[in-house]
């Protein structure tokens, strides 16, 4: 059946294409003559033969042929045939021979060389391609010139309905508000058909609904989705599944269909109160229970969502509301009820509250629904709980002057048991809010003494807290604080404000002020205070100064001369009496030192010392000290400067009264003699393993220090060298604290550019009696005393 129909279309169809062609074909054929006719020029596919533009005369057509169209997906066994191309020169001329050129010409289209048949070789598809264009021409068989210039037409698809609609944007989502008025748009879907919308009916689209009535309808043109039925309730369904159909052919048996899917989802509107869930609710609450602590929740639910499910909560009625607050839970949509003031089981057991849950968010158009409240009652019982003391007054104040006896009691607190039991109360101070211990209180009935005497000008205000205490339940305990002022009394005397350092010029007028003298006192009374001053009664007649009262609690100290001298007396001193006007007064005496000082023209003191008289004219104390300093810091550097090279010119060995010394010159270069004042101790030969090339160490001093021993006196003429050298080497060999620091310096060398080379003999091979000193004597008066020293040593070795 479906192959049936099928065919039946395919037939129809190619009907239907038939006679539009051959009717498109005669007036298109007929207008284009006619159009060249009119134009004077030739039509498309006739000769011209040269005629002049403008003339009348009608050329004879070369081309007789149509216009062609192909009916898309045929399928046949056989190609289709196209049309035909036929010439005016075609009249049984065999050496004519057709050509075809263009799109899908040899691959789509084939054209019969010698008859002009063009076939379609493939099926089409109007959807891929919609025409093609392509080229005619006559040319001669044998030698393949053009006979006819090429002339260009176009082959169309025709189109067949092969495209069921399509959803492209499918499957869609949409939402409307619940309660919606009927005929309220929805959405609106689109589908699309891939078949020629210009030509027949296989593009034209019809838009149904298959599932989702009777709530919702759709306009068959436009497709748009409205709301069909009255009274759609969220709380009732939320969601709905709608089938949409799009069929081509305008809706027509044989026409093509494509489906989607459209959920529609009511979104919430505020048509619905919210509603407790009971008439009554019950709950106990212990009578210590904390203010803005949590006493119960209530909750009227609401069928909405959202922002139009939230609710607020009142009490609006029962006894002593105040005592109650309600407040709402944002996230729980709960109404908590809250205490405001503390509840007395004692005073009241039971509360009766009426509450409110309302709508925020309220919408006009269902007004007439009925009011968006609810009420519910509430009943709240007391416990009765074990309360701690209550003090009278949750805090004292209490006034106590600061000459108040010890143990004097200054203050009485109560407190008193609030439960029916009514336990006795111990009384406590807390020692952490009195530290020194100044108060103390009597456990039993309250009453506070003072344990040390107070000071106003310490401490003026005492802040301590007493704690109340239950007998029966010692974790029962309530504090108050007790603040204890200390009133003043006069028992401190006035004195000077400040230690005044006072100058006097003796240059000075009499009469002028010298010192403006003030006073304080520690004491605080009410009227404010107000000295006294005046001079000790034995110098009330002082014959230098006198004072003057400048009525705002200050003096003027005045010089009575101007006779002061700093040789005659440096210092004054002038004795105050400073006295208050308290009950009973207090006084005190306060001594005012003068210094008498030396100043300029203007009044600026420059000295004050007697000493400044012996000082130079424009030479001050300070800088004479300066230059002390540096007289005294140049000395220490000279005696430092003295001692230093002092001790580099001292021997590396302990020195003897009866030590002989003698000067070996050391001849760096040339030179001094026994001028040269660089001596070289002749001690350091008593080291017999300097030969050797032994040199002890110079760095080390010995801790025993050996003792001299008595020298032996030489001759006033000469020196027995080698008695001397004996005795010091048995003394060295037979001594352990013999310096280990001696060394003997060897000169192998004399110098650069010495006649003498060499003066040394503790380096030569030969023995002293092969050495020759008289040559001594020839180099001068230099080397006239070595000379001697070595001829004396020769002529003792000789028998």
Do not use: W
């Given at each position: 059946k479906p192959q049936r129909l099928r065919r039946w279309r395919v037939w129809t169809s190619l009907l239907l294409v038939w006679i539009t062609c051959a009717t498109h074909t005669s007036m298109s054929a007929l207008a284009n003559q006619l159009r060249g006719l009119d134009q004077g020029g030739t039509a498309p596919g006739m000769r011209?033969?040269?005629?002049?533009?403008?003339?009348l005369t009608r050329a004879k057509r070369g081309w007789v042929w149509n216009q062609m169209f192909v009916l898309e997906e045929f399928s046949g066994p056989d190609p289709i045939l196209?049309?035909?191309?036929?010439?005016?020169?075609?009249?049984?001329?065999?050496?004519?021979?057709?050509?075809?050129?263009?799109?899908?010409?040899?691959?789509?289209?084939?054209?019969?060389?010698?008859?002009?048949?063009?076939?379609?070789?493939?099926?089409?598809?109007?959807?891929?391609?919609?025409?093609?264009?392509?080229?005619?021409?006559?040319?001669?068989?044998?030698?393949?010139?053009?006979?006819?210039?090429?002339?260009?037409?176009?082959?169309?698809?025709q189109d067949i309905n092969d495209n069921a609609p399509e959803f492209t944007n499918g499957p869609y989502h949409a939402t409307v508000p619940e309660m919606s008025q009927v005929g309220t748009p929805v959405t609106k879907v689109t589908a699309t058909d891939a078949d020629d919308p210009v030509y027949g009916n296989s593009a034209k689209l019809v838009y149904s609904i298959l599932e989702g009535q009777p709530y919702f309808s759709i306009d068959p043109n436009t497709a748009v989705i409205k709301i069909a039925l009255q009274g759609m309730d969220r709380e009732m369904r939320e969601e709905y599944l709608v089938v949409i159909q799009a069929k081509d052919m305008g809706g027509h048996m044989g026409g093509l269909s494509g489906t989607t899917t459209v959920t529609i989802t009511l979104t919430d509107v505020n048509d619905n109160p919210p509603k407790f869930s009971k008439s009554l609710y019950e709950f106990t609450i212990p009578e210590d229970l904390g203010i803005g602590q949590v006493g119960g929740k209530v909750k009227a639910n609401d069928r909405d969502m959202g922002e139009n499910a939230k609710s607020t909560y009142n009490v609006i009625g029962g006894d002593d509301k105040d005592v109650f607050e309600i407040t709402t839970d944002s996230q729980t949509q709960e109404g908590i009820l809250r205490l405001k003031k503390p509840l007395d089981f004692e005073n009241k057991k039971s509360y009766t509250l009426r509450v409110e849950a309302t709508n925020v968010n309220f919408d006009p158009q269902f007004s007439g629904s009925g009011p968006f409240k609810d009420t519910a009652t509430v009943k709240v019982a007391v416990e009765d709980s074990d309360e701690p003391p209550v003090f009278?007054?949750?805090?004292?104040?209490?006034?106590?002057?600061?000459?108040?006896?010890?143990?004097?009691?200054?203050?009485?607190?109560?407190?008193?048991?609030?439960?029916i039991t009514g336990s006795l109360v111990r009384y406590f101070i807390d020692r952490h809010t009195d530290l020194e211990r100044q108060f103390n209180i009597n456990v039993d009935d309250g009453k506070i003494t003072l344990a040390k005497p107070l000071d106003r000008e310490m401490d003026m205000w005492h802040n301590i807290t007493v704690t109340a205490m239950e007998v029966r339940n010692h974790s029962q305990i309530s504090r108050a604080i007790v603040a204890i002022k200390v009133l003043d009394i006069n028992d401190n005397a006035p004195e000077f404000a400040m230690e005044y350092e006072t100058f006097l010029c003796e240059n000075g007028k009499p009469g002028q002020v010298i010192q403006t003298v003030s006073a304080v006192d520690k004491d605080d009374p009410k009227n404010g205070h107000f000295f006294i001053y005046s001079l000790v009664p034995e110098m009330s007649n002082n014959p230098n100064f006198t004072i003057k009262d400048n009525k705002d609690n200050s003096i003027n100290v005045l010089a009575k001369h101007d006779t002061f001298r700093r040789?005659?007396?440096?210092?004054?001193?002038?004795?105050?009496?400073?006295?208050?006007?308290?009950?009973?007064?207090?006084?005190?005496?306060?001594?005012?030192?003068?210094?008498?000082?030396?100043?300029?023209?203007?009044?600026?003191?420059?000295?004050?010392?007697?000493?400044?008289?012996?000082?130079?004219?424009?030479?001050?104390?300070?800088?004479?000290?300066?230059?002390?300093?540096?007289?005294?810091?140049?000395?220490?550097?000279?005696?430092?400067?003295?001692?230093?090279?002092?001790?580099?010119?001292?021997p590396l060995i302990i020195k003897d009264d009866e030590d002989v010394r003698e000067n070996i010159i050391r001849y760096d270069d040339e030179g001094g003699g026994e001028e040269?004042?660089?001596?070289?101790?002749?001690?350091?030969?008593?080291?017999?393993?300097?030969?050797n090339g032994f040199l002890p160490r110079k760095d080390i001093k010995p801790d025993l220090q050996f003792m001299p021993r008595q020298g032996q006196h030489s001759g006033p003429n000469g020196v027995d060298v080698?008695?001397?050298?004996?005795?010091?080497?048995?003394?060295?060999?037979?001594?352990?604290?013999?310096?280990?620091?001696?060394?003997?310096?060897?000169?192998?060398?004399?110098?650069?550019?010495?006649?003498?080379?060499?003066?040394?003999?503790?380096?030569?091979?030969?023995?002293?009696?092969?050495?020759?000193?008289?040559?001594?004597?020839e180099w001068g008066p230099h080397f006239r005393r070595l000379g001697e020293l070595y001829s004396v040593g020769e002529s003792d070795r000789e028998p």
């Open positions: 011209q033969p040269g005629e002049v533009r403008g003339t196209v049309g035909r191309l036929h010439t005016d020169l075609d009249v049984g001329n065999k050496n004519l021979k057709y050509v075809l050129a263009g799109e899908g010409a040899g691959t789509i289209f084939a054209i019969n060389e010698r008859t002009g048949d063009i076939h379609a070789m493939k099926r089409l598809d109007r959807e891929e391609k919609a025409e093609y264009t392509l080229t005619a021409q006559v040319i001669n068989r044998d030698t393949n010139e053009p006979l006819e210039p090429p002339s260009e037409f176009i082959i169309k698809v009278t007054q949750p805090s004292y104040l209490v006034e106590v002057h600061e000459n108040t006896g010890v143990n004097a009691v200054i203050e009485q607190v109560a407190a008193h048991d609030p439960d040789q005659k007396q440096e210092m004054y001193y002038l004795p105050i009496v400073v006295s208050d006007n308290g009950s009973p007064p207090m006084s005190s005496t306060n001594t005012l030192t003068i210094r008498v000082c030396g100043c300029s023209k203007e009044g600026i003191v420059q000295s004050c010392n007697v000493e400044a008289y012996v000082l130079p004219i424009g030479l001050s104390m300070g800088a004479l000290i300066a230059i002390l300093a540096c007289i005294i810091l140049l000395l220490v550097i000279v005696v430092l400067f003295v001692t230093l090279r002092r001790h580099k010119n001292e040269d004042t660089e001596a070289f101790d002749i001690a350091t030969l008593q080291n017999p393993d300097g030969i080698d008695e001397f050298i004996n005795v010091r080497l048995h003394e060295a060999d037979n001594d352990p604290t013999a310096p280990p620091y001696d060394s003997i310096q060897i000169y192998g060398y004399e110098g650069r550019g010495s006649v003498a080379s060499s003066l040394s003999s503790l380096e030569t091979a030969s023995s002293d009696s092969d050495q020759n000193f008289d040559y001594l004597r």
